[in-house]
């Protein structure tokens, strides 16, 4: 059997990095993960090849040279894989797709012409598929009843990647959060007891990237990192030593909750281990919003001083941010963005509200009837409107996003913030055995040149760059990375703040005739 696996288009995001990418000659952030662990659980009979379309187009050659196509997407690649299996039906192809996108939605899955729906996690469901393809079977719907062990896992097929198109290459610890936050797919998708791969396979794992020259950034791309902390606390204090014995060749970054600030053991194994950042779903700084969807983790200590002391530890963070919490107060952009200056992270994640398919936020709203279409212009970017009727006007909240957005990534105002979080990290985390490669060294000039030259910023950015050089050497490559992604949110906002202008008009005069309606229903009454 002749399998050509495709990764579809990622559209430009606060995830794309696509202008920093540019500047480093790299070709998209992250390989596809998932592709490369289903293609090693293929059969070993099986030839294979993956097309990453964030790096290049698969060719007429790929097509005809196929039987089977296998597809994997997320949400937000909706567009780009619906394309992709008209392509394959027409050229007489038979289709597979699995991933988050099919296993949220898979009558849309079926309706775009898949033959076999892969859902839930491939160590259950490639089995069921291999053995209806064995017996014949044309089309076939695959689910699971439990949730696999992780532990028999196999190591993904890194050797099918082009390494040098990617900014950081992926791998996974754990699956699963054990919190209940109302607005999120992962419990649904994977279950809220975490389930850990054991130490040994992901330093097997590491050990074939360190093998294969990787030596950058690796995003261990769990839910929640910390899950399970008894088993993240016994893989870091394994995976110490080998990052010493080996000078420490990669910079690891991850996705944990905000409560890591209540562990101190924990924070001192994660650093000691080679992390320099970590992503954290704040959400927003009003405390109402956070109990209002479960988000209760966030609430048992200050916001500010939880974030301070992770990066005082020396952790860089990343953070997520919402607008749109129903009974959410006006201001709530602007209270957002006082936190994040407050607090001096670069990177935050601000996003719409999106009730995802089968949480429990989606089930609330399908109920109350305040479900939009959830398959035509939402789930797609920044740029994209809400899918549900917020309890205050969509206009109102929809302006508030785009001035906070605006202002977060104002680059003068991005530039002082990261200073500010490097000032607050220590000098004394592992020093990264960091090879700087042409790319990455035209990259940096690229920040020179921009920030340090063209833009009024220039004053500040080489008064910052002396002053991190001197007093935090360890910590200037971190820092420089760090400016560079903000050439990415200086082009974003333009686009996010021209897209969502465009929709205004329309959403102000929808919103006027409901209210006109409203109006005349109670004069009836």
């Given at each position: 059997m002749k399998a050509l696996l495709i990764w579809p288009i990622m559209p430009n995001s606060f995830w794309s990095y696509q202008e920093t990418l540019d500047l480093a000659g790299l070709r998209t952030t992250n390989p596809p993960l998932g592709l490369i662990t289903v293609a090693a659980m293929l059969p070993t009979d099986w030839e294979i090849r993956l097309c990453d379309r964030n790096v290049?187009?698969?060719?007429?050659?790929?097509?005809?040279?196929?039987?089977?196509?296998?597809?994997?997407?997320?949400?937000?690649?909706?567009?780009?894989?619906?394309?992709?299996?008209?392509?394959?039906?027409?050229?007489?192809?038979?289709?597979?797709?699995?991933?988050?996108?099919?296993?949220?939605?898979?009558?849309?899955?079926?309706?775009?012409?898949?033959?076999?729906?892969?859902l839930d996690e491939g160590e259950c469901t490639i089995p069921m598929f291999l053995a209806a393809l064995e017996q014949g079977e044309e089309t076939g719907i695959f689910r699971a009843t439990e949730k696999p062990d992780v532990t028999q896992t196999p190591i993904p097929r890194f050797d099918l990647l082009d390494l040098n198109a990617y900014y950081a290459i992926t791998v996974q610890f754990s699956r699963g959060c054990p919190f209940q936050c109302e607005f999120c797919d992962i419990i649904t998708l994977f279950g809220r007891k975490p389930r850990t791969k054991t130490p040994a396979q992901m330093l097997a794992?590491?050990?074939?990237?360190?093998?294969?020259?990787?030596?950058?950034?690796?995003?261990?791309?769990?839910d929640n990192f910390i899950g399970n902390k008894r088993n993240a606390k016994i893989f870091l204090k394994e995976l110490i030593p080998w990052m010493e014995k080996r000078n420490y060749p990669f910079s690891l970054i991850t996705e944990a909750s905000l409560n890591l600030a209540e562990d101190d053991e924990?924070?001192?194994?994660?650093?000691?281990?080679?992390?320099?950042?970590?992503?954290?779903?704040?959400?927003?700084?009003?405390?109402?919003?956070?109990?209002g969807v479960n988000k209760e983790q966030n609430t048992r200590h200050s916001l500010v001083e939880s974030c301070d002391k992770i990066t005082k530890a020396?952790?860089?963070?990343?953070?997520?941010?919402?607008?749109?919490?129903?009974?959410?107060?006006?201001g709530a952009g602007k209270r957002i963005q006082e936190f994040v200056e407050s607090t001096n992270i670069p990177q935050a994640h601000l996003s719409l509200l999106q009730a995802l398919p089968n949480t429990a936020m989606w089930t609330r709203l399908q109920q109350e009837g305040r479900l939009i279409d959830s398959l035509s212009?939402?789930?797609?970017?920044?740029?994209?409107?809400?899918?549900?009727?917020?309890?205050?006007?969509?206009?109102?909240?929809?302006?508030?996003?785009?001035?906070?957005?605006?202002n977060l990534y104002e680059p003068l105002l991005y530039l002082k913030r990261t200073f500010r979080h490097f000032q607050q990290m220590p000098d004394s985390r592992p020093k990264h055995n960091q090879i700087l490669t042409k790319a990455e060294w035209r990259f940096l000039r690229s920040i020179c040149w921009r920030q340090g030259i063209l833009r009024s910023t220039r004053f500040d950015f080489w008064w910052q760059?002396?002053?991190?050089?001197?007093?935090?050497?360890?910590?200037?490559?971190?820092?420089?990375?760090?400016?560079?992604?903000?050439?990415?949110?200086?082009?974003?906002?333009?686009?996010?703040?021209?897209?969502?202008?465009?929709?205004?008009?329309?959403?102000?005069?929808?919103?006027?005739?409901?209210?006109?309606?409203?109006?005349?229903?109670?004069?009836?009454?």
């Open positions: 290049s187009l698969e060719t007429d050659a790929d097509w005809q040279w196929c039987d089977i196509v296998i597809l994997s997407a997320m949400i937000i690649q909706k567009p780009d894989f619906s394309e992709l299996i008209k392509i394959a039906k027409n050229l007489g192809k038979k289709v597979a797709v699995g991933g988050p996108l099919p296993t949220s939605l898979s009558e849309f899955a079926l309706e775009a012409g898949a033959d076999y729906l892969i794992e590491l050990e074939v990237l360190y093998q294969m020259g990787w030596h950058r950034y690796i995003f261990i791309v769990d924990l924070l001192e194994l994660m650093v000691k281990a080679g992390f320099v950042m970590v992503f954290m779903g704040i959400e927003t700084p009003d405390i109402e919003s956070l109990l020396g952790l860089q963070i990343m953070s997520g941010f919402i607008l749109g919490f129903d009974h959410e107060k006006p212009k939402y789930f797609t970017s920044q740029k994209s409107l809400m899918n549900f009727v917020p309890t205050r006007p969509m206009s109102e909240i929809v302006n508030e996003f785009i001035e906070t957005f605006w760059f002396m002053v991190i050089g001197f007093s935090k050497p360890n910590l200037l490559y971190g820092y420089l990375i760090t400016l560079g992604i903000g050439e990415h949110f200086f082009t974003l906002r333009h686009e996010v703040k021209a897209a969502l202008e465009a929709e205004l008009p329309l959403l102000t005069q929808q919103e006027q005739k409901n209210q006109e309606g409203t109006l005349q229903l109670e004069a009836v009454s």
